[in-house]
């Protein structure tokens, strides 16, 4: 019984269509939901800066492929999801959506240098340059709402600026993991907030580094947490 579970979740079909679904539903989510910015300028602030690196806390993630401008091609994206088989499940619903997908591994604490995280890597700044954005968690895996340094690499070596954001709905459900999973639910509110940009020097050293990877952090707990409040709902870091 056991091997039959498995290799049904393994296979191809069964994350074709666990894939398509979690994409409907999220597009389901969207669409009911009534959306404010903050600020309310916020894609007339991005636009200019594109192509950019858009970053947000895993576990907050499910609605990041909607924070495009629908009307603006300039918006096409790609995000980078990991290899492993529960990737699959999102990569298939992001390609639904409309965004493109970077597989390869995170990054964990050093950068990118775990198995596929080099080529990916690689990809995404290829990606940059080709006009491209490119969407991926900030969050060093299993150490929730901990900005790692590859992302501050990344941006360094491609010249883009990271764009930090955080999207909430007044309706969720939230999981007691590891990053607090919101999952969102639909028919109630919601918020995009995009506080600031954050440039990274082609000459910043190690010293400057650390110090926009705490800025990061920084504007992602200040984004996450005012989004959640404009919705009056406690945020993930509220327990």
């Not at 039959?4 to 969207?30: D, H, I, K, M, P």
């Not at 636009?47 to 950019?52: M, T, Y």
């Not at 883009?160 to 999952?183: C, E």
Request: positive net charge.
């Amino acid at each position: 019984m056991k091997k039959l579970l498995r290799n049904t979740l393994r296979s191809s079909w069964f994350q074709r269509a666990v894939g398509v679904l979690a994409a409907e539903y999220l597009r389901l989510v969207w669409r009911t939901n009534k959306f404010t910015l903050d600020p309310p300028d916020v894609y007339a602030r991005v636009e200019p800066q594109l192509p950019a690196i858009f970053a947000f806390w895993h576990g907050q993630h499910f609605l990041t492929p909607f924070i495009k401008n629908q009307n603006k091609a300039s918006y096409r994206a790609k995000v980078l999801i990991s290899r492993h088989r529960d990737g699959e499940f999102n990569a298939i619903a992001a390609e639904r959506l409309g965004i493109g997908t970077i597989r390869g591994s995170g990054d964990h604490g050093g950068a990118f240098h775990r198995k596929g995280g080099v080529g990916a890597f690689k990809e995404m700044v290829r990606t940059l340059q080709a006009g491209c954005n490119v969407a991926l968690t900030a969050d060093v895996p299993k150490r929730s709402r901990v900005a790692g340094l590859g992302i501050i690499m990344l941006a360094r070596e491609s010249g883009r600026p990271i764009m930090p954001f955080a999207m909430a709905t007044s309706r969720f459900v939230r999981l007691k993991n590891w990053d607090r999973t919101t999952i969102n639910l639909p028919f109630g509110r919601g918020a995009l907030v995009g506080i600031k940009e954050i440039h990274v020097p082609a000459d910043a050293d190690a010293a400057m580094m650390e110090a926009l990877r705490l800025e990061l952090e920084e504007t992602l707990n200040e984004a996450t947490r005012r989004a959640y409040a404009q919705l009056g709902r406690p945020g993930p870091q509220d327990g």
